[in-house]
């Protein structure tokens, strides 16, 4: 049997939600862009879990991300938010490109936003010259920092400050209830001080499908409008909604034996000489930092392939695992003895943790 970590979308849905999904495909649909009974349901329990006046359903979170920007910006104006922040790194420019935003990235620490620089940026509007930016962008958990979530106060000091300079504060939350587990917060706390907020529904909630967008009942009926400019409606959308209604109302408990198994597999492979993280504070994300030219970490991965355990590679030197409901903790020693043989085969040397 090969262990997939290479994202937590790869994780199973349960055996409720696909019997959701049968039993959501069996009745009629509807006709309308929100008149399924599933989607309304879901979206209704999603908005009143993240504290907001409405949600709504789309296919991907990527989408869900930009139509919360273009729901709140108009053509020319600026969005900032951390340099390595997924909006920025890996959404393919779509805040400039579709949205017409131009995007200022702050280099913050493990997501979180050097408050002067963004300040400064939000005070822009007192030049004439410059534009001051409309909305900022936060990510919890953070992908590129090892899925660290941001502090709850960081979140509600950059909401503030995002008010007072008359700036909207999107939440890219793909791994949004990891954050509110590992924080041991309320979803709606977190969410309070943002103006938008995005969930997946298909990470670690493993739901075979889609994400949410929840926000003030105008900035949802913009967003209605926006998803079917990018052909984003959903119809037939029962059985998709009824997995993901099932998925919030379960797994949220279970998110805590992901972030165990992830801290247990990075505290493993320390024992072993790889330098791995979190052992503490993270989530469900564990870093191998390798210290190997990009060649080498693809020779890494083929010889951990060939001992059935995938990864992917992650930046400079690193490697990224996912943890999620497929992997079980009986299945880490199998991890830690495949990194062990990928090592032997590639000639690499142990590393201090």
Same mark, same amino acid.
């Given at each position: 049997?090969?262990?997939?970590?290479?994202?937590?979308?790869?994780?199973?849905?349960?055996?409720?939600?696909?019997?959701?999904?049968?039993?959501?495909?069996?009745?009629?649909?509807?006709?309308?862009?929100?008149?399924?009974?599933?989607?309304?349901?879901?979206?209704?329990?999603?908005?009143? !879990?993240?504290?907001?006046?409405?949600?709504?359903?789309?296919?991907?979170?990527?989408?869900?991300?930009?139509?919360?920007?273009?729901?709140?910006?108009?053509?020319?104006?600026?969005?900032?938010?951390?340099?390595?922040?997924?909006?920025?790194?890996?959404?393919?420019?779509?805040?400039?490109?579709?949205?017409?935003?131009?995007?200022?990235?702050?280099?913050?620490?493990?997501?979180?936003?050097?408050?002067?620089?963004?300040?400064?940026?939000?005070?822009?509007?007192?030049?004439?010259?410059?534009?001051?930016?409309?909305?900022?962008?936060?990510?919890?958990?953070?992908?590129?920092?090892?899925?660290?979530?941001?502090?709850?106060?960081?979140?509600?000091?950059?909401?503030?400050?995002?008010?007072?300079?008359?700036?909207?504060?999107?939440?890219?939350?793909?791994?949004?209830?990891?954050?509110?587990?590992?924080?041991?917060?309320?979803?709606?706390?977190?969410?309070?001080?943002?103006?938008?907020?995005?969930?997946?529904?298909?990470?670690?909630?493993?739901?075979?499908?889609?994400?949410?967008?929840?926000?003030?009942?105008? !900035?949802?009926?913009?967003?209605?409008?926006?998803?079917?400019?990018?052909?984003?409606?959903?119809? &037939?959308?029962?059985?998709?909604?009824?997995?993901?209604?099932?998925?919030?109302?379960?797994?949220?408990?279970?998110?805590?034996?992901?972030?165990?198994?992830?801290?247990?597999?990075?505290?493993?492979?320390?024992?072993?000489?790889?330098?791995?993280? &979190?052992?503490?504070?993270?989530?469900?994300?564990?870093?191998?930092?390798?210290?190997?030219?990009?060649?080498?970490?693809?020779?890494?991965?083929?010889?951990?392939?060939?001992?059935?355990?995938?990864?992917?590679?992650?930046?400079?030197?690193?490697?990224? !695992?996912?943890?999620?409901?497929?992997?079980?903790?009986?299945?880490?020693?199998?991890?830690?003895?495949?990194?062990?043989?990928?090592?032997?085969?590639?000639?690499?040397? &142990?590393?201090?943790?």
């Amino acid at each position: 049997m090969t262990l997939d970590l290479r994202s937590d979308f790869l994780g199973p849905p349960t055996p409720a939600m696909l019997e959701a999904m049968a039993a959501a495909a069996a009745e009629p649909d509807g006709f309308e862009l929100r008149e399924n009974r599933q989607q309304r349901a879901l979206e209704a329990h999603a908005a009143e !879990l993240l504290g907001k006046e409405d949600a709504l359903l789309f296919p991907t979170c990527t989408m869900a991300n930009l139509v919360g920007v273009m729901a709140q910006l108009r053509p020319g104006e600026v969005v900032v938010g951390d340099a390595e922040s997924h909006c920025l790194t890996s959404e393919t420019g779509g805040i400039a490109a579709i949205a017409g935003g131009m995007t200022r990235g702050l280099n913050g620490t493990a997501g979180q936003l050097p408050l002067e620089p963004l300040r400064d940026v939000l005070d822009a509007r007192t030049d004439p010259q410059r534009l001051a930016a409309r909305l900022v962008l936060l990510e919890t958990t953070h992908n590129r920092a090892g899925g660290l979530p941001l502090p709850l106060d960081h979140i509600e000091q950059v909401g503030e400050m995002a008010r007072r300079g008359g700036a909207g504060l999107h939440i890219d939350g793909a791994r949004f209830f990891n954050a509110a587990v590992a924080l041991g917060v309320s979803p709606a706390a977190m969410a309070a001080p943002a103006t938008t907020v995005s969930i997946s529904l298909n990470k670690g909630l493993c739901a075979p499908n889609g994400a949410l967008l929840a926000g003030s009942r105008e !900035l949802i009926a913009r967003a209605l409008i926006l998803r079917q400019q990018l052909g984003g409606g959903i119809r &037939p959308s029962g059985a998709i909604a009824a997995a993901a209604l099932v998925a919030l109302e379960t797994m949220l408990p279970q998110l805590q034996r992901d972030h165990d198994n992830a801290r247990a597999l990075a505290a493993g492979l320390g024992q072993v000489g790889f330098a791995a993280t &979190p052992q503490s504070g993270g989530t469900n994300i564990v870093l191998a930092d390798l210290g190997l030219p990009r060649a080498a970490i693809d020779a890494f991965l083929a010889a951990l392939a060939r001992q059935h355990v995938l990864a992917i590679a992650f930046g400079a030197g690193r490697i990224r !695992l996912c943890l999620h409901r497929g992997i079980e903790a009986a299945d880490l020693p199998t991890i830690i003895s495949a990194f062990r043989a990928a090592r032997a085969a590639t000639g690499m040397a &142990p590393q201090e943790n």
